[in-house]
C-alpha cells in the first residue's frame, strides 16, 4: 500500500465532516483520484477530472450506487436522472422557477416575512442570525413557493437537517438512517392531502405544476416527482439563507459592510461575489434587508460577526479554498471582484 492510499485509509468520517479541505488538498497533490475508504467513494479532486467527469454523462452517469440519496428521497429523483428522464422532471420544475418567474414574485413573497422576523430581533442586542433569520426565512419562503405554505419553519427546517442525515450517509450509519427515514416517512404523511388538494384544485405552486405535467393517476404522479420534491425540501430550503449567510461573514469580516449601507444596490455585488447563482435572488434580498435595517435593530456589530462566522466557518472555507486551488491566492473576501468561481457561473439549476 502506497503512502497515499494509507492515508486515504485512515481518513474517517469525522475528518471529513469536521474540515475536509486539507484532506482534498493533499489528495490532489498526491492522488487526484483516490478512493477513501471511510465512505466507499472515490475523491476525484482536481478541477480538470471534475470537470471532465461532470460534463460527460456517456462516461460518468449521475447515478451512484449505492445512492444515499436515492434511499433518503424514496426513488430516483432529478439528481440522480441524465438525458429524456432527467429533462421531463426538469419540465416540471421550469415554469415555476425560472429565473424571471421567481424573481417577479420572490419581493412580495420574501420581504414581508424578513420585515417580519426582524421586527422580532430588534431591540435584543444579540441575535443567532442562522437560526433565527436566514434559515427561517429561506425555508418560509420556498415553503410558499411549493405550495407548502401552511407548514411552520422549524418543521421546514427540522426536515431538511432530517434529510441531509441520510443524503450523505455513505458510511451506512444507522443512527444517521434512523433519523433520515424517520423524516421522509413524516413528509409522505404530511403532503398528501396536499397532494390530493392541489390536484384537485391547482393553485399556481411548484407542486401543483409538477403534478399537472406529470403523466398518470395521481398515484403515480406523485410517484414521480417526490423524490425531487423531497432534494428541494433539502438542498433548496437551505440553500438562499446559508448564500445570504455566507455574504455577510464575507461583508462583515471585510469590514466592508459599510459599503453596503452606503450603498444597497452593491447587494447583488455582495451576493454575485460568492457565486451561489440558484440561490442568489432570495440570497440577494435576505442580505439587503438584514443589511438595511441593522442600524434599527439593536443588534452589535461584533455580536453578529462572531455568531454568524461561527454558523457560516465551513461556507466561507469552502470558497475561499475553491478559489485558492483554481484562481490566485486570497483569503479575503472582495466586494468588488468580479472573478468568476468554478464550480458556479450564472446559469439556471431548479434541481438545485
Known sequence: MSAVEAYASSVTVEDLDRDPYPVYARLRAEAPVCLVPAVGLWFVTRWEDVESAATRPDLFCARVDPSPLERTMGGESILLLDGEPQKRLRAMLDPSLRPRVVEASTPDLIEPLAEELLDGLEGRGEAELMSEYFEPISVLGLGRMLGLGHLDGDTLRRWFHGLAE??????????????????????????????????????????????????????????????TLKVILLGGMQEPGHAAGTTLVGLLESRQVGAVLDDLALVRDAVDHERLHPAQHDAELLVHVAVERHGRAGLELDEIEHRARAEQRASADAVRECERTYLVETDEYGLHRHDSTPPHGRHFRPQA
Not at 170 to 189: H, M
Not at 208 to 218: F, P, R, V
Open 166 to 227: 441520510g443524503a450523505i450517509n455513505f458510511e451506512d450509519d444507522p443512527a444517521k438512517w434512523k433519523v433520515a427515514d424517520a423524516t421522509a416517512a413524516e413528509i409522505d404523511v404530511e403532503l398528501a392531502p396536499v397532494f390530493e388538494r392541489l390536484f384537485a384544485d391547482p393553485d399556481g405552486s411548484t407542486i401543483a405544476t409538477m403534478l399537472h405535467l406529470a403523466d398518470g393517476t395521481l398515484e403515480e404522479r406523485v410517484a414521480t416527482i417526490l423524490p
